[in-house]
């Protein structure tokens, strides 16, 4: 298999100051990794397809729902260490481990993660948060999505205000940052180049959230998709496990509510802005709008 390509100098943690090469070899010891060296590794769609079917029992999705909590937070966990060392999209790959290299100048004292970055927070959450992909200097530095970027700091402030997250703040892995309640997830595992993943990428990462989503939604009360791409991802995967979608599609649009139904129940899909600069700068999302999405999330 392909090799990371790793920096030539291997600089301390933020927060433990153990020193890591960039990008981060699995099972080195960065806080919160979930993989070892012998996890693995995607090369290509069918083996992402083949390795996230595997992480479940069986192809129907009613014996992920009839296992018991424990097992599918097991799975989950075997899940996240598959994701975290994918090597199946070559211009993702190249683009992640080069920013991990190269580095912004604000953050070229530290180690980047440089690899995909797992779902994070509780193994069975009531609220999912569904967004685009890690940002090339916040999740693909920080190793934990919507971290180290300016979308994690408006993000993270509401999901504290309205008592979703143990801190304001979410800046590194290992800071004491928790979710109460939540889990969070990018569609597109990897940082994109101009934060755009081709329709080839989105594809090929899919199997990743399908398996995600089935294995915690016997928890699930609400998922928060962030923008239209969260939104349009979520949908594809409730049709993909089988699940009915209301008819006519519902389009996205901030604070849209859908009731989406499955054999035991029903999950609230909330719409919400995606917290990017462009809807903070210019107010097309307010701090108010954001927490009156994540508190409807939090009161499910």
């Known amino acids: ?111 980047y993660w440089g690899r995909p970055i797992a779902g994070w927070g509780e193994p069975a959450p009531r609220v999912l948060i569904v967004g685009l992909a890690p940002a090339a200097n916040g999740g693909n530095r920080t190793g934990r999505v919507f971290t180290g970027d300016s979308s994690g700091d408006w993000l993270f402030a509401s999901l504290h205000r309205v008592g979703l997250a143990a801190l304001p703040t979410s800046t590194s892995a290992a800071d004491g940052q928790r979710l109460i309640g939540a889990r969070m997830v990018a569609t597109v595992r990897c940082a994109p180049p101009d934060n755009r993943p081709t329709v080839q990428e989105r594809d090929t990462c899919a199997p990743w959230l399908l398996t995600e989503l089935r294995l915690v939604l016997p928890s699930l009360r609400c998922i928060v998709a962030l923008g239209g791409y969260g939104w349009d991802a979520v949908l594809r995967s409730w049709r993909a496990m089988g699940c009915g979608t209301p008819r006519p599609r519902p389009t996205f649009g901030h604070g849209r509510e859908v009731s989406l139904s499955w054999p035991d129940g029903e999950v609230t899909l909330l719409g919400c802005y995606h917290p990017s600069q462009h809807n903070t700068f210019t107010g097309r999302l307010t701090p108010q709008m954001l927490d009156e999405v994540l508190g409807a999330a939090a009161s499910r």
């Open 1 to 111: 298999m392909d090799e990371i390509q790793a920096g030539s100098r291997a600089l301390p943690h933020p927060v433990t100051g153990v020193l890591f090469d960039s990008p981060v070899p699995p099972g080195t010891g960065w806080p919160d990794d979930p993989a070892e060296p012998e996890t693995p590794v995607a090369q290509g769609g069918r083996e992402v397809q083949r390795l996230a079917r595997n992480c479940i029992p069986g192809p129907e999705i009613s014996t992920v729902w009839a296992q018991s909590a424990t097992t599918r937070a097991e799975e989950l966990a075997d899940l996240d260490a598959r994701i975290s060392v994918c090597r199946a999209c070559p211009r993702l790959v190249r683009w992640r481990e080069e920013v991990a290299v190269t580095k912004r100048a604000s953050f070229a004292d530290q180690p």
